[in-house]
């Protein structure tokens, strides 16, 4: 129970001065992220309905020592999202690459010692009518939101991709999909094939 409080706490976004947005689009989604690395918009391109939960959702955090450190920097070079997490003196380098129906966000790098755990991609939604049970997914009869780990290393729930150093994180990917719900299980085979 502790664990999913300090997860909840690590979603919502302090009210801080933050610079430039970074917008994601592809052809279902526009999705922004503030240099604090705060997402703060999951917007459904042909209704317009905003989809991330009240007051945005950090992109990423880590885990040293027993305490987590939510993603407090974020500077873009082109595909590449290079954050900081607080005074834990870890960065990581996450590629994030636009497919026209979904993102795959990979782990490229990560630097400091004692990282017991990272979370390198997270979506808090406003979406919680159901719950996913094997595929982390939360929709309604509109919309649906979900985080597909792109291998076993990779742990997802809570639309969270989780990895730990004992199974190897460098490399590892994982699906961001928000879509239409009828067309949810087409993507989902559409990242398989892929």
Request: aromatic share 8%; glycine share 10%.
């Amino acid at each position: 129970m502790r664990r999913w409080f300090i997860l909840s706490l690590l979603m919502i976004s302090p009210a801080v001065a933050c610079g430039e947005d970074f917008v994601f689009e592809n052809d279902l989604i526009r999705y922004t992220l503030r240099s604090d690395g705060v997402g703060t918009s999951l917007l459904e391109k042909r209704t317009g309905r905003e989809c991330i939960a009240a007051g945005g959702s950090r992109l990423a955090w880590v885990k040293k020592a027993g305490k987590f450190y939510s993603a407090s920097q974020v500077q873009r070079d082109g595909d590449l999202l290079r954050i900081k997490f607080g005074e834990s003196g870890v960065t990581a380098d996450c590629r994030l690459i636009v497919r026209p129906h979904y993102f795959v966000v990979e782990l490229a790098d990560l630097r400091g010692d004692g990282v017991e755990e990272c979370c390198f991609a997270q979506l808090g939604t406003s979406i919680a009518e159901k719950i996913g049970g094997w595929l982390d997914v939360r929709w309604d009869d509109r919309f649906a939101v979900c985080v597909m780990g792109l291998s076993d290393r990779v742990s997802t729930g809570g639309l969270r991709a989780i990895v730990y150093p004992e199974f190897g994180m460098k490399g590892q990917k994982a699906a961001l999909v928000a879509a239409p719900t009828p067309q949810l299980l087409a993507i989902v085979q559409e990242v398989e094939r892929d």
